[in-house]
């Protein structure tokens, strides 16, 4: 029988092979027999095992049929569910040329990816793993791929929009629509082999087969040789690898720590102080937040005691920086998340339920906050209590906060008021910090910063 701890993931009802629940320390995956056929195919392929063996796909193993199911497999719980619109223009990138691996690989064992979802890939670390084990049925060779689309709009069309024209939110359960797409981009996309064909050329036929029975008639009609699909994969490889941000992209906080007032002893007394702090804590270490990470200077400390560390930060510039520098490391776990915290994703989907928010999803040992409660208080317009109640929500009870008060002298913050000098912010002082502090959280420790007027707080939750 089901466990009663078990959870059914609420996104998993789209799914008519199978059902995904969570229990406290895996994720078990039902098989429904109507998928027996295809899942057999898969097993007797060898495909399953070279994915896992190559970490193609995340790990797994049968286990004991629960009821009502035909056959149930058990993987690791990941560190973190993060969704594609939080990740940088690298993430999405890595997702997509993983997601073509993951294809190839299939194709060479006689299977096909059925769909191309990006909520298919997650990352441990820096290095994408597909997790659906669900996703791949026998090839029927001279057939076309019924998930060209879904790829094109997950992975082709954002990353188009986020190198030609800036940056995108990936707010479409489904990808991006890929004929608003071919009317965004810039008109010499339509120039560009790669963009013409799988973007503005793709779009058209949308249009002209949206019904349907036209659509399949059409199809019918159509010859396609065994050739076609492993030759469209490695096109799509193509126009994915062709796209990169461009190198004259800039942003405020891109470049943070060539342009801080930090002196150099300030900066060593913060990292001394923080370090120390940091290794006295006891308890569990399995979940740290950088808020406000940057390029993360903190978070490489925290990734050396914690096992899972979430970088986030706004800038996602920085967190594009911060990405290709960890994926060239292969680091494991430190996860870069480009999350407005004025505005954190919200749940989406059915009934707001299928992607749960990003602060659902955050229950941290440690959380840290540096250098941030300004920017959110005088650029995001949120009043210190507020920002003290959202860092505790993500806090566990016990878990420890590390905040960073900036005072109205600091320097940073003169410059972020050069231009409101009508405002007052009599709201904003030590005392008013302290006062939101006190009701959630037991002051264990309080640190100026040398040569600063900065202070840093240790923090437990109550």
């Known amino acids: ?97 993983h997601t073509l691996d993951v294809l190839d690989a299939a194709l060479a064992h006689g299977l096909i990816l059925r769909d191309a979802t990006a909520y298919n890939i997650q990352f441990i670390g820096s290095k994408p793993v597909f997790i659906d084990f669900l996703s791949f049925e026998p090839w029927q060779k001279g057939r076309p791929w019924k998930a060209y689309g879904q790829f094109c709009r997950h992975f082709l069309a954002p990353l188009a929009m986020m190198a030609l024209c800036g940056k995108l939110l990936l707010n479409w359960l489904d990808g991006l629509p890929l004929s608003l797409v071919a009317q965004l981009l810039p008109s010499r996309t339509r120039l560009m082999p790669t963009l013409a064909l799988h973007i503005h050329m793709h779009a058209k036929l949308e249009n002209k087969y949206a019904d349907a029975r036209t659509a399949t008639k059409k199809l019918k009609q159509t010859s396609f040789s065994e050739n076609t699909v492993p030759n469209l994969s490695q096109a799509l490889r193509l126009a994915v690898e062709k796209l990169h941000l461009p190198h004259s992209l800039h942003t405020q906080w891109g470049d943070y720590y060539t342009d801080t007032n930090y002196t150099e002893a300030a900066a060593r007394d913060k990292k001394t102080w923080i370090e120390t702090a940091v290794g006295n804590i006891a308890g569990e270490k399995s979940l ?107 806090c566990k009870k016990g878990g420890i906060l590390v905040f960073e008060f900036v005072p109205m002298e ?53």
């Not at 035909?70 to 993987?75: G, M, Q």
């Not at 600063?452 to 707080?457: A, G, I, M």
């Open 1 to 97: 029988m089901m466990s009663s701890t078990m959870q059914l993931c609420p996104g998993s009802f789209r799914d008519s092979a199978g059902q995904v629940f969570f229990s406290h320390n895996s994720v078990v995956r039902t098989i429904h027999k109507n998928f027996s056929h295809s899942w057999q195919a898969c097993v007797e392929s060898g495909f399953l095992q070279h994915a896992v063996e190559q970490g193609l796909l995340l790990p797994f193993k049968e286990v004991e049929a629960v009821a009502g199911a035909w056959k149930t497999l058990e993987s690791p719980l990941l560190p973190f569910v993060s969704y594609p619109y939080e990740w940088s223009f690298g993430q999405l990138k890595a997702a997509a040329l």
């Open 288 to 394: 740290a937040i950088d808020v406000g990470a940057n390029t993360a200077v903190y978070s490489q400390f925290l990734a050396s005691v914690y096992k899972q560390v979430l970088a986030v930060d706004v800038d996602y510039l920085a967190i594009e920086k911060l990405y290709a520098q960890l994926a060239q490391q292969e680091n494991k776990n430190i996860l870069p998340l480009v999350i407005d915290f004025c505005n954190p994703p919200a749940a989406i989907g059915w009934n707001n339920e299928e992607r749960l928010s990003f602060l659902e999803r955050c229950q941290a040992d440690y959380v840290s906050a540096l250098a941030l409660v300004h920017h959110l208080r005088f650029t995001g317009g949120i009043p210190l209590p507020q920002i003290v109640r959202c860092l505790a929500g993500i």
């Open 410 to 462: 600091d320097s940073q913050v003169q410059r972020m008021l050069a231009a409101r000098s009508d405002e007052t912010f009599s709201d904003y002082t030590m005392e008013s910090c302290l006062s939101a502090i006190e009701p959630l959280f037991t002051v264990l420790e309080q640190h100026p910063v040398a040569e600063s007027v900065r202070t840093l707080f240790l923090l437990q939750k109550n």
